[in-house]
């Protein structure tokens, strides 16, 4: 397989926006779409915050930025985004059914040669995939939040995924920055499953009342060295996108260890995303 040049990243979130940047600084042309402008204005400035972070550091030069800068075009319209790219790596909402429509409708689009990756949490790949004619050339590539500054992507192997996929997808890891680990196709793969489980296991307790949402973390910081508390971490995760995740895990295991709490429900409903919309367990100011 030819070296991947060209990349879509689908989704200018979070994510979307944190794999942009990492791709362009790794010297991909870059092609970003999201379902409205006023998205990828927001992803396109969280990119520029980023790298000037790393300016002011003294992490990377001006010079830097602006290359990587230059290497990301932006477009609200799908099928642009796919042309002439060899690999699109998706990081939209964690809703199957959207990620599904979504590779369904680019795949007549996308040359036979172009590989379709998935940034979901936990979702299946093997059901994505079936929603393609590319199911060997369809596999999860899963960053962690936030992208330029975490190590790791999990690679997730679907049911039909490819030894030369899984071969190019770490070569591309290893270009972006990144450690790679390959994992078989199971709900929440390896890093989700296990820390997904924490989060939610500290909100039925914040929930209960054992302890205020300050002191929950200060359990997890102090007494076990992480690095954020688990309350902070699902503010960071943003809480809709762990209740798509635990309601995952919950529809998939059949394991009330999965159960998510109704406090978190009751949050996505009231708008309290955390971090990203301003208001979670904690509160953010803009
Ligand atoms: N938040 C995390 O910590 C984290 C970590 C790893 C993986 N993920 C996964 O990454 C994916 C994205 O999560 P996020 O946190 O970036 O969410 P987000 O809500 O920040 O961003 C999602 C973006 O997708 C856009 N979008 C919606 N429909 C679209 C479409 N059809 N085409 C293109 N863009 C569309 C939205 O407008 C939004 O800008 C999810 O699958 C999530 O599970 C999230």
Redesign the pocket.
């Known amino acids: 397989m030819a070296a991947i040049r060209k990349v879509c990243v689908?989704?200018?979130?979070?994510?979307?926006a944190g794999i942009a940047q990492v791709a362009a600084q790794a010297g991909l042309e870059v092609k970003l779409?999201?379902?409205?402008d006023k998205?990828l204005e927001?992803?396109m400035a969280a990119v520029k915050q980023s790298l000037g972070r790393m300016v002011k550091k003294g992490k990377i030069t001006q010079a830097d930025t602006d290359t990587a800068l230059s290497r990301i075009k932006c477009t609200n319209k799908?099928i642009e985004a796919v042309r002439d790219v060899d690999v699109v790596i998706e990081?939209?909402?964690?809703i199957l059914s959207?990620?599904k429509e979504?590779f369904k409708a680019i795949d007549n689009e996308s040359p036979s040669h172009v590989i379709f990756a998935?940034?979901?949490?936990?979702?299946s790949i093997t059901e994505m995939a079936s929603a393609t004619k590319r199911a060997d050339r369809f596999i999860g590539m899963?960053?962690?939040?936030p992208v330029p500054m975490m190590q790791l992507v999990e690679i997730v192997r679907g049911y039909s995924t490819s030894e030369e996929t899984i071969k190019s997808i770490e070569e591309l890891s290893v270009k972006m920055g990144k450690t790679p680990i390959v994992v078989s196709d199971t709900p929440g793969f390896a890093t989700?499953r296990f820390i997904a489980v924490l989060m939610n296991e500290a909100i039925h307790a914040f929930a209960e009342g054992i302890a205020s949402a300050e002191d929950i973390d200060k359990s997890m910081r102090l007494g076990m060295n992480h690095p954020m508390g688990p309350l902070e971490l699902a503010d960071?995760?943003?809480l809709?996108?762990l209740l798509?995740?635990m309601e995952n895990l919950y529809r998939e295991y059949s394991d009330p260890k999965y159960r998510p709490p109704l406090l978190l429900r009751q949050m996505v409903r009231a708008g309290h995303l955390g971090r990203?919309s301003g208001k979670g367990f904690y509160s953010y100011s803009a």
């Open positions: 689908l989704g200018a979130g979070l994510m979307g779409r999201d379902i409205e998205f927001k992803g799908l990081a939209i909402p964690e959207l990620k979504t998935s940034n979901t949490s936990g979702l899963h960053f962690m939040n989700s960071f995760v943003g809709d996108t798509y995740v990203k």
